[in-house]
């Protein structure tokens, strides 16, 4: 059973968690990598260079909008493909431990199931623009 006094604050740390990690990877992307850097490293791993700058973009204003609270659902939904994108093309040869060379792909996983989770739980507590529900759903004691 879920506790409806406690879950909207585990939501809040779920959700302001993940959008200050987000936040800083899109900054190291910005100020250690650069843009064109973030870019070349895309086109090294067979992707389009313009979608590092993509990513790069979502993951920082993602970031701020997961700590705001603001389109928690959506936000949380864009950013699973950007995740599961990473696990796949960035981090799969490295195999399965984040400290491997390379990083691993378990974390990207773990980290895109999260996204799923908000983005089936909506925003939580202290959400600058809340989520208007559209149904009437009971939830157990």
């Not at 199931?113 to 600058?128: M, N, P, R, S």
């Amino acid at each position: 059973m879920i506790d409806s006094r406690t879950a909207p604050f585990a939501v809040f740390l779920l959700r302001v968690t993940t959008g200050v990690l987000f936040l800083y990877h899109g900054l190291v992307k910005l100020f250690i990598f650069t843009p064109a850097g973030t870019a070349g490293f895309f086109d090294s791993i067979g992707l389009p260079g313009w979608l590092g700058y993509v990513t790069m973009l979502l993951e920082i204003a993602g970031g701020v909008a997961l700590i705001l609270g603001v389109a928690t659902r959506v936000v949380s939904a864009v950013l699973v493909p950007v995740l599961l994108g990473a696990a796949i093309f960035a981090h799969a040869g490295a195999g399965f431990n984040w400290s491997n060379a390379g990083g691993g792909w378990e974390y990207p996983v773990m980290w895109a199931v999260a996204q799923a989770a908000l983005a089936l739980l909506g925003d939580g507590a202290y959400a600058l623009y809340p989520t208007r529900r559209t149904y009437s759903a009971a939830v157990p004691a």
